[in-house]
């Protein structure tokens, strides 16, 4: 065909010279960003789970947690990284299960709109508190972003020592407390154990005439344990396991090979 037949054609059939028109500016722009334009990398902390920061979901059972390696890389279909898993933190859920509560740093590739700042992961736009989803070859899950950055996130942590106590446990959970054991987060060991004090305890009862006495029908003790814990010092306040303050009188939730924290509060934070 001429070039003179294809001119009159493309003017006796404008529309469809639009319609082609668009399509080529399109493809234009589509293979100028896929070669041309220089990627946009940003970190992304993830707390799994259904993707929802609303949605209260069943907890992680270890199996899962094992399968989540620092390192995995997910891949977009031209073959090339799009997400890539920095580390991985998991803390337990309540002191008797076997469920944790998972964290994951992320690198991604991302887009960004000059125009409102606002970044895009896979064709969806991400912030604090949007839902993610994501498939390495060796696990798929999806959580929300708990917080991003344009540069990889710099977490100072600092020691702390406290005390957790007891009141009326019995002498065999004393026995078992081993000084020495630890809690590792899946990057640091975050909690440890140096130091455990007990005394008897007895109860009080009274006659008809009003008469106290002590006495000690089961034996009982009041447990001290001292800890070692590494925590983050956001604006004055001590954050344990990402989500967890650090209050005297509060729970701490964490476990070790031989100590559960169920039922210990906090003495003191030094």
């Known amino acids: 065909m001429s070039f003179k037949k294809l001119l009159k054609f493309a003017v006796n059939n404008y529309f469809i010279s639009i319609f082609l028109a668009c399509i080529l500016f399109v493809g234009f722009i589509s293979v100028f960003k896929l070669f041309f334009t220089k990627p946009t990398y940003v970190y992304a902390r993830v707390k799994v789970g259904q993707g929802l920061w609303w949605a209260s979901t069943q907890q992680l059972n270890i199996w899962f947690v094992k399968a989540i390696k620092p390192g995995e890389v997910e891949r977009d279909l031209l073959g090339e990284p799009s ?17 944790y509560i998972v964290y994951v740093t992320l690198k991604l590739k991302a887009s960004v709109n000059k125009r409102t700042k606002e970044y895009s992961f896979n064709r969806s736009t991400i912030g604090v508190g949007s839902p993610i989803d994501l498939e390495f070859p060796t696990v798929q899950f999806s959580g929300t972003i708990v917080d991003l950055s344009q540069v990889p996130f710099a977490d100072s942590y600092i020691e702390k ?6 009141k009326s446990a019995y002498p065999w959970e004393y026995d078992a407390i081993k000084i020495g054991d630890s809690y590792f987060d899946g990057q640091d060991t975050v909690f440890q154990i140096i130091d455990k004090q007990a005394v008897d305890t007895a109860s009080l009862t009274h006659d008809t005439f009003g008469n106290f006495t002590a006495q000690t029908s089961v034996p009982q003790k009041y447990i001290t344990i001292t800890a070692k814990i590494k925590v983050r010092d956001e604006n004055g306040q001590l954050m344990f396991g990402e989500e967890q ?21 906090i003495g003191s934070i030094k």
């Open 161 to 166: 020592t406290i005390t957790l106590t007891k």
């Open 83 to 99: 997400a890539e898993i920095i580390d991985s933190r998991y803390y337990p859920w309540t002191s008797s299960t076997n469920q």
């Open 245 to 265: 303050l650090l209050t005297p009188g509060k729970t701490l939730v964490v476990t070790t090979s031989n100590f559960s924290s169920q039922d210990y509060a």
